[in-house]
């Protein structure tokens, strides 16, 4: 959780103060060089980090999300796409490259969002809704939406 945006002293720059769920992810209670600049609310002396606002990834919309999954340029928890990666396991977990035959065809088809009844978007750091009308314009087919691993702040 964020809890604080701005200078540190003795810093350069802008810094985010942040409050981890998993409290030995800090190193922090929200102070620095005596200066306390938030208070952690779990009152745990390494619940806080202060992170430059340049390494911080604020996330991206449902539709940017769409964009880049049904393009293929990410994979799901924003793994790199590399085509020469489809395979499928056997049953003694062997792994068996598969050939994709019509595969530009498929990708076409996959492309052409406006055409989506279902969209499987996990974990691609989805942190807002965006413009409704321009998503409901976007996707006018779309009545499912899997969004697992992702930490969308209102909707």
Same mark, same amino acid.
């Given at each position: ?8 002293? %003795? ?8 409050? *981890? #769920? ?7 209670? %929200?102070?620095?060089? %005596?200066?306390?600049? $938030? ?7 390494? @619940? ?9 990834? $604020?996330?991206?919309? =449902?539709?940017? @999300?769409?964009? @880049? ?63 409704? %009308?321009?998503?409901?314009? @976007? ?6 939406? #899997? =969004?697992?691993?992702?930490? =969308?702040? $209102? *909707?």
């Amino acid at each position: 959780t964020v809890r604080y945006v701005g200078p540190v002293s %003795g810093q350069e720059g802008t810094w985010v103060g942040v409050e *981890w #769920d998993d409290v030995s992810r800090g190193k922090h209670d %929200g102070s620095t060089g %005596g200066v306390r600049y $938030f208070d952690c609310k779990s009152g745990c002396p390494t @619940a806080g980090s202060f992170v430059r606002i340049e390494r911080v990834n $604020f996330g991206v919309s =449902v539709l940017e @999300a769409l964009r @880049a999954r049904y393009n293929n340029e990410t994979a799901e928890y924003g793994a790199e796409v590399n085509e020469d990666e489809l395979y499928v396991h056997t049953s003694r977990k062997r792994r068996v490259k598969v050939q994709l035959v019509g595969e530009e065809k498929i990708s076409q088809k996959q492309r052409q969002i406006h055409t989506l009844e279902s969209a499987r978007l996990v974990g691609l750091d989805i942190s807002t809704v965006g413009d409704p %009308g321009e998503l409901s314009g @976007a996707v006018p087919a779309l009545n499912e939406l #899997d =969004v697992t691993g992702n930490l =969308v702040a $209102f *909707w």
